[in-house]
């Protein structure tokens, strides 16, 4: 069975089988009823982990509490220094894993506490994760960003105080959307990209309630939840 019972992170692998991250008990596998669990004994950095990602080679990334994040390639694991030692500061938090479209693997982390909090995302490059968001004028670490998401094509989407940025293999470019005026000094995030190409973003100030919006490529509609949900019969 598992060996703790606190599991922080979960994924489905495309062959079927479940990760599981644990609090201290390290990574277990779960194929069909069997559970095979590694720990810093087999390789593993730390027996944290917090997010797990599976890239398009099938590689498992790891990210921990802290510490370097991995790469498991089923028989080996791989770990990843970035160049400013940010990943070992006891602050950070990666909160995102992703590959795009063009087979980049970035990490989206916050770090720092207070006035100092920023939010970072990481490109891996070689053998290290450099700090984009140092490269960039666009996402720059001194513009707060609220989250990094694919949309339907693979492209990673920041959205920043300042808008929201779409990758295009070379640099992020910022996405025109026609706001009404009643939000355009709100915290304005990408959410989702739904089957139908619509896409799906929040607002909020932090003093009222959160807004939900639909964007067909043209135009930014509110989305209004009904009071009642119907539930299926049986």
Not at 1 to 19: D, F, N, Y
Not at 53 to 64: G, M, P
Not at 153 to 174: A, L, W
């Amino acid at each position: 069975g598992l060996p703790q019972s606190e599991v922080r992170t979960m994924i489905e692998t495309k062959e079927g089988a479940l990760w599981l991250g644990t609090n201290g008990g390290g990574l277990s596998r779960l194929d069909g009823e069997t559970f095979t669990t590694l720990t810093q004994k087999d390789g593993l950095l730390r027996n944290d982990p917090q997010r797990l990602f599976e890239d398009s080679e099938q590689n498992l990334w790891i990210a921990y509490l802290r510490g370097n994040p991995s790469k498991y390639d089923g028989i080996t694991f791989t770990h990843f220094e970035d160049e400013d030692s940010i990943f070992n500061n006891p602050t950070t938090f990666v909160f995102s894993i992703l590959e795009d479209k063009h087979k980049n693997i970035w990490l989206a982390a916050v770090t720092g506490v207070g006035t100092q909090r920023q939010f970072k995302l990481f490109l891996k490059q070689e053998d290290i994760f450099i700090d984009y968001t140092k490269r960039d004028s666009v996402i720059t670490g001194q513009t707060p960003f609220f989250n990094a998401i694919l949309d339907n094509e693979k492209n990673i989407v920041v959205s920043t105080n300042t808008g929201i940025h779409v990758f295009n293999g070379e640099r992020f470019e910022t996405k025109q959307i026609d706001k009404p005026e009643s939000i355009k000094n709100k915290r304005f995030a990408f959410l989702y990209e739904d089957s139908k190409g619509i896409q799906w973003f929040s607002a909020r100030d932090g003093l009222s309630p959160i807004q939900i919006f639909q964007y067909d490529g043209q135009t930014l509609k509110p989305f209004d939840f009904p009071d009642t949900i119907a539930m299926p019969n049986g």
